[in-house]
């Protein structure tokens, strides 16, 4: 066995730093090495990496662990970079559902609060886009989030926001992951019980009024009038799931204060559940997450279902389309949102002058369709909303002249305000309720609406592969699969011809027919695309967050009619898709 990882065992083994306990569990490791020493080196082969955006790891004793001590130890590189930065202020702290949340949280306040850096705590569970929300409304330097989204229950992390209530983008992440790389000493971190950094006023807990001031956002935003919604929202039937998450209390409220009374929670997964019992994943993305709220749906003859992760940051859409259950991808739903928004704003009068809507590389380019046609912008950014608040970030303190509209992934995220600058499920399970309702007084379902998007702008379709490769075998096989692309060696792919390649990794477009070489204006990221002579793309790339490889397939069907152009889209997908899996059970 690595010696390495036997001395950094034996180390948390005997060091008082950590409790008896903790101690007595890899002591208890350390007497059958032999026996355990997949579980050492899980543990302790390497420290937990403090990555772009935080922490997020299975729990448990070890460098290499979601814990207590890793959490002291990230809040301390924030807690450094806070004051280099600002040279005091205060922090806001939010958490999940997860086993452990709470107990995360309050020991990151117990850091801020050592540090001179006053913690406001959520005074309950709170989702994601609550906590950046309050970041803002405090006018704190930053703010942590407890939650591991929708991993396994076992799972749990750490995600880092900065003062503009987004997660963290270079450089301040480079600095913060550098301060945390340099804390290998752990007396060094400074901790305080968060019982006594309220007695001496360096800790609070929040009240109603940053809840409140969060539900007024979300109904000046609507985009109809609101007395609509809240003479007719009763006319819409709502079947909602947390998935045992956090988001319960703020859908329902949001859905109240805006009218729609015929809303059902599902009762089984209302209570929040570290474990998620009812669920493999609590995942909306998977349609087998939101199974009992189908099942409700069609049983009440409901309209539409909506579902949350842990952090209520994703929402999921499933609608009625007249007895049949329409599972809607991230894609279709922030295409719906967006030719909503605009439309109706188009319609009224109110659309602002140079609209801009942000969305990440591999989201739909059926965005881009809708918004020019209404004289808007589409600018893309890498994938996660830390570079999509960053942009608008960015495009503020340049006094842009756009006029920030949206902003989407594909993967179940959605923006639709600045004033909280993360994915937000409650205000968009608002935004597509309102929606909904409107087709529906039309005579239309959300299915309709989309039919509608494809038959004016064209018929775009969009899968996603992802692959699980758990521990260091996985890592591997996840680097043999991203070098096997990289140096691709056939000139076609499933039958289309490769025409450009773009690796985000060293910032190059390559014109395979000219040679042109171009650089890419986007920070380097382990990104590979491949566009095709059909103008239909592949894009892959590591998750940042998971074990895991995607790849997204994105095409674009304009012969025949409607229904002949799905078909095609569908059959071109699945031989892409097959070519994916061949590849990767090879390698």
């Known amino acids: 066995m690595d010696q390495k990882i036997l001395q950094n065992a034996t180390r948390w083994g005997s060091d008082p730093y950590f409790s008896e306990t903790d101690r007595n569990e890899i002591r208890a490791l350390l007497t059958d090495v032999e026996r355990n020493e997949l579980e050492l080196t899980e543990r302790f082969y390497r420290d937990l990496e403090f990555g772009t955006g935080g922490l997020r790891a299975p729990m448990g004793v070890g460098q290499n662990r979601m814990n207590r001590y890793n959490v002291r130890r990230a809040t301390q590189a924030m807690a450094n970079n806070v004051l280099k930065h600002f040279g005091g202020g205060s922090a806001v702290i939010s958490y999940d559902s997860r086993n452990f949340s709470r107990e995360f949280a309050l020991e990151s306040a117990g850091v801020f609060a050592a540090n001179g850096i006053k913690a406001y705590v959520f005074h309950s569970l709170t989702p994601t886009p609550m906590l950046s929300f ?26 880092a926001f900065w003062n503009d209530g987004a997660q963290v983008v270079p450089p301040v992440d480079q600095e913060i992951i550098s301060e945390y790389n340099q804390l290998t000493d752990w007396g060094s971190i400074k901790h305080m019980d968060f019982n006594g950094a309220l007695e001496c006023g360096l800790g609070q807990w929040t009240d109603q009024q ?46 109240r204060r805006l009218g729609f009374s ?20 609590p995942n909306p993305e998977d349609p087998k997450a939101l199974a009992l709220a189908i099942d409700s749906m069609l049983k009440s003859n409901a309209d539409i279902v909506f579902g949350t992760d842990p952090d209520g940051d994703r929402l999921g859409v499933v609608v009625n389309n007249r007895g049949v259950p329409a599972i809607l991808n991230g894609n279709q739903i922030g295409a719906l949102m967006i030719y909503y928004v605009f439309s109706s704003k188009a319609a009224k009068g109110n659309l602002p002058p140079n609209p801009l809507v942000i969305k990440s590389i591999v989201t739909s380019p059926i965005q881009n369709a809708i918004v020019e046609s209404f004289g808007g912008t589409v600018l893309d950014t890498l994938t996660g909303f830390k570079w999509m608040a960053g942009l608008l970030r960015e495009l503020e303190e340049k006094n842009s002249p756009f006029n920030f509209v949206f902003a989407s992934e594909e993967s179940f995220g959605y923006m639709p305000h600045k004033e909280s600058r993360d994915k937000d499920g409650v205000s ?28 004016r702008f064209g018929f775009f379709y969009e899968s996603l592969v992802a692959l699980d490769f758990e521990g260091i075998a996985g890592a591997r096989k996840i680097q043999r699969i991203m070098e096997h692309f990289r140096n691709y060696p056939e000139q076609s792919f499933a039958g289309e011809e490769i025409v450009v390649t773009e690796d985000y990794a060293s910032s190059k477009l390559i014109d395979l027919k000219t040679g042109i070489q171009r650089d890419i204006a986007l920070p380097k990221s382990n990104v590979l695309s491949f566009t095709f002579a059909s103008g239909n793309r592949l894009f892959l790339r590591p998750s940042g967050t998971e074990p895991k490889i995607k790849f997204y397939t994105m095409v674009r069907e304009t012969q025949g009619d409607l229904s002949q152009k799905k078909a095609l889209a569908l059959d ?7 070519k994916i899996l061949e590849i990767c059970e090879k390698l």
């Open 262 to 281: 015929s809303y059902y929670s599902i009762p089984s997964q209302a209570k929040p559940d570290g474990n998620f019992p009812t669920v493999k994943s």
């Open 572 to 578: 071109r997908v699945r031989l892409i898709e097959d």
């Open 428 to 455: 968009s399970l608002a935004l597509m309720s309102e929606a909904a309702l409107f087709f529906k007084q039309k005579g239309m379902t959300i299915v309709d609406a989309l039919d509608e998007i494809y038959t």
């Open 134 to 159: 309050a970041v803002r409304y405090y006018q704190a330097r930053c703010g942590v989030m407890i939650t591991a989204s929708h991993n396994p229950p076992i799972y749990n992390g750490f995600k």
């Open 210 to 255: 940053v809840d409140d001031a969060f539900y007024e956002v979300i109904e000046n935003q609507v985009i109809q009038d609101l007395d609509l919604c809240r003479n007719h929202g009763k006319e819409l039937s709502i079947v909602y799931t947390a998935l045992h998450g956090s988001a319960e209390i703020p859908c329902s409220e949001a859905a």
